[in-house]
T-cell receptor, first 112, second 110 residues
């Protein structure tokens, strides 16, 4: 079945850029998502990209999609301590009612 | 705007007791609804999803069940809780491409 892989940990210094990477296996994915989870909270939808796009920018967030390599990345510019959280990558394998497939999450630690 | 509610926020239950967690969505109609469980602050496990009233798909065989009695209401139940049912339960809804999560219920089974 469909699989989504992420590295488990990332540590960056405050003010640097963070890049969180994700790979997926289904070539027919329609949407790809990034979620943020802070301790004790639900998942917050940060951004998502349609599979016919290769880039999306929203303030400090930049999503890059390489559909040929099935690689998705999330870049956070000027990383702040408030960005410390777990970031989940997810994809929607087909359109319609198919559930999203989530990666296991990358824990981002921002060092002041 | 759309809002998703879950209650209770936290719950401590003894082994063998019943469970009922409720999720309601406002501001949308005919959403897909989902129950996830998250153990130890890590990965998400999809438990159930529903594409309409009375339609439930189960992803993992276990002692939990789900029901959707109304369009925007999704209930997770158990007749007898196990220690392994402890975790963070998240409800989510999706309409078109966006999926949103509720605030979650922290369940501890003792």
């Amino acid at each position: 079945g469909e699989d989504v892989e992420q590295s488990l940990f990332l540590s960056v210094r405050e003010g640097d850029s963070s890049v969180i990477n994700c790979t997926y296996t289904d070539s027919s994915s329609t949407y790809l998502y990034w979620y943020k989870q802070e301790p004790g909270a639900g998942l917050q939808l940060l951004t998502y990209i349609f599979s016919n796009m290769d880039m999306k920018q929203d303030q400090r967030l930049t999503v890059l999609l390489n559909k040929k390599d099935k690689h998705l990345s999330l870049r956070i510019a000027d990383t702040q301590t408030g960005d410390s959280a777990i970031y989940f990558c997810a994809d929607l394998p087909h359109s319609g009612n198919t559930p999203l497939v989530f990666g296991k999450g990358t824990r981002l630690s921002v060092i002041a | 705007s759309q809002t998703i509610h879950q209650w209770p926020a936290t719950l401590v239950q003894p082994v063998g007791s019943p469970l009922s967690l409720e999720c309601t969505v406002e501001g949308t109609s005919n959403p897909n609804l989902y129950w996830y469980r998250q153990a130890a602050g890590r990965g998400l496990q999809l438990l159930f999803y529903s594409v309409g009233i009375g339609q439930i798909s189960s992803e993992v065989p276990q002692n939990l069940s789900a029901s959707r009695p109304q369009d925007r209401q999704f209930i997770l139940s158990s007749k007898k809780l196990l220690l392994s049912d402890s975790g963070f339960y998240l409800c989510a809804w999706r309409a078109s491409g966006e999926q949103f999560f509720g605030p979650g219920t922290r369940l501890t089974v003792l």
